[in-house]
């Protein structure tokens, strides 16, 4: 299936409606697609934006399967994300990500990444993410190894056996960021090599992001990666029968 299943709209830091960038998917010729806004815990639009999205489903469900989703930052090393669980029942998928590395009084800042450790950051980037790996709320694992690159930490640094045998393991969803990603990336390869299921998106904020990023999204689906048979995920996700042949 041709999808693209993390975009944002305008609910946070996009700059566009859901709407246009659904009519956006549908020029491109996405099957399906998913908006995933940023939140936070204190984000008390997020009923609102759930009730609208499946509002949309409804009203564009012959022209494209559209699924709701959030994105929540990791806030410790815990894993913990920055999301209300009262979220989590009002969409259909939770992508996790890391946007600030933990440390235990706060966060690290690249402002200071010349005379911070490099072990340390690395040791605690790793804590937090096997962490989140470990979280039952998460579904998506977005973007893996950003934030790293801003500090200048390259893979050969990581242990990346380990990180991909818990990847393989936690059975999350590991995203190809088309923003980020390479494919020829260790954490791709070695995933895709352990039968990582995964999701290739643009992390689109603007119709123009989703329309230039939609040839690499198109390029990176045909890569031979096992992709996430998506409608089977949600439906497993929330206990749903599978559609009645025909409908």
């Known amino acids: 299936m041709f999808m693209d299943l993390h975009m944002h709209s305008n609910y946070s830091d996009g700059k566009h409606t859901p709407e246009e960038m659904i009519e956006a998917a549908i020029g491109i010729g996405y099957e399906a697609m998913a908006i995933t806004d940023h939140v936070w815990k204190s984000s008390p639009w997020v009923p609102a934006y759930a009730a609208h999205l499946q509002t949309l489903k409804r009203k564009y469900r012959h022209r494209i399967r559209l699924y709701s989703g959030i994105e929540a930052k990791v806030v410790s090393l815990d894993g913990d994300i920055d999301a209300d669980p009262s979220f989590d029942a009002l969409v259909d998928l ?30 605690h980037w790793l804590e937090a ?11 998506i694992i977005a973007h893996p190894l950003s934030e790293l690159k801003k500090f200048g930490i390259r893979e050969e640094e990581l242990p990346m056996a380990e990180i991909t045998d818990r990847i393989a393991a936690s059975g999350k969803i590991l995203e190809l960021n088309v923003r980020y990603n390479t494919p020829d990336q260790s954490v791709i390869r070695l995933s895709a090599q352990k039968g990582t299921a995964f999701l290739i998106s643009s992390d689109s904020h603007t119709v123009r992001d989703l329309v230039l990023n939609s040839r690499l999204v198109k390029e990176f689906t045909g890569g031979g990666f096992r992709l996430v048979d998506i409608d089977r995920y949600v439906r497993e996700k929330k206990n749903c029968p599978p559609p009645i042949s025909g409908s």
């Open 94 to 123: 939770i992508l996790g990500s890391i946007h600030r590395i933990p440390k235990p009084d706060g966060y690290y800042s690249t402002a200071d990444g010349d005379r911070l450790p490099r072990r340390a950051i690395i040791e």
């Open 129 to 139: 993410f096997c962490r989140m790996l470990e979280n039952p709320r998460v579904d």
